[in-house]
């Protein structure tokens, strides 16, 4: 006689089912952030322009030193793009990690249960 659909098979059925979709999620999210780290987009990011005329500068600072700092900002804005970037990958690993050995010990747990069923000839 075959075993029925009981709750702990509709448990470990759902969550090996939703560990694999956090599998399959985090593999795409992989492979996004590897091509952004490894291609960034072409985003053209706009020099520092000269203060337009009439427009007065920050007090006690000439244009050069103004044009420097506004240099140093967008560098920072930069890094901290590709920081968020670096963080995204490690998030999306990490959730590949966790997710492979629960859908693993379910799964397996499956295959257990199904092999000690008795078969109907």
């Keep these: 006689m075959k075993r029925g659909w009981d709750i702990r098979t509709v448990y470990y059925y759902l969550v090996s089912f939703v560990t694999l979709m956090m ?3 985090g593999t795409v999210q992989v492979i996004n952030r590897v091509v952004d780290v490894m291609y960034p987009p072409s985003v053209a990011r706009p020099m520092p322009m000269p203060l337009p005329p009439g ?4 007090p006690g600072q000439d244009e050069a030193a103004y044009l420097e700092q506004m240099r140093i900002q967008q560098e920072q804005m930069a890094l901290e793009q590709r920081r968020y970037q670096v963080i995204s990958l490690i998030n999306s690993f ?3 990690m966790v997710a492979t050995p629960t859908y693993l010990y379910h799964w397996r747990r499956i295959k257990a249960l199904e092999a000690q069923e008795p078969r109907d000839t």
């Design 94 to 96: 990490a959730l590949i």
């Design 55 to 58: 427009k007065p500068l920050p």
């Design 23 to 25: 599998i399959i999620t």
